[in-house]
């Protein structure tokens, strides 16, 4: 039913800016929270930022505190995520996610549907 789709992900050097995308569809009657997770090289699936479809209440992970902004549109069914100041340390896949619950969003089991994953590398 639901498909999630991200965009925006590509090459840039330390201390710039992207933005992400992801859109959703079969998400229409859905009003659970959607989030973003990333996975570097070597490392495991970790929690970015996730934010509530009704109240627009937002968590980060305390690695992108005050430079990552996430953001939600729901008249279009989409989510962004600004990144700035990246660094190095933030090159990875980045995964748009759907949860299946209000609780616990940094928890991955949480999720009930993942993106395919848009790669960001960030370069020294």
């Known amino acids: 039913q639901v498909q999630l789709v991200e965009s925006g992900g590509g090459l840039v050097q330390a201390g710039g800016s992207l933005r992400l995308s992801c859109a959703a569809s079969?998400?229409?009657?859905?009003?659970?929270?959607m989030g973003w997770f990333r996975q570097g090289p070597g490392k495991e699936r970790e929690f970015v930022a996730a934010?509530?479809?009704?109240?627009?209440?937002?968590v980060y992970a305390d690695s992108v505190k005050g430079r990552f902004t996430i953001s939600r549109d729901i008249a279009n069914n989409t989510i962004g995520l600004q990144m700035n100041s990246l660094k190095p340390e933030d090159s990875a896949v980045y995964y748009c996610?759907?949860?299946?619950?209000?609780?616990?969003?940094?928890?991955?089991?949480?999720?009930?549907?993942w993106g395919k994953g848009t790669l960001v590398t960030v370069s020294s």
């Open positions: 996610a759907t949860y299946g619950t209000y609780l616990r969003l940094t928890a991955d089991d949480n999720v009930a549907y």
């Open positions: 079969g998400r229409t009657t859905d009003r659970y929270p």
């Open positions: 934010i509530s479809w009704v109240s627009g209440i937002t």
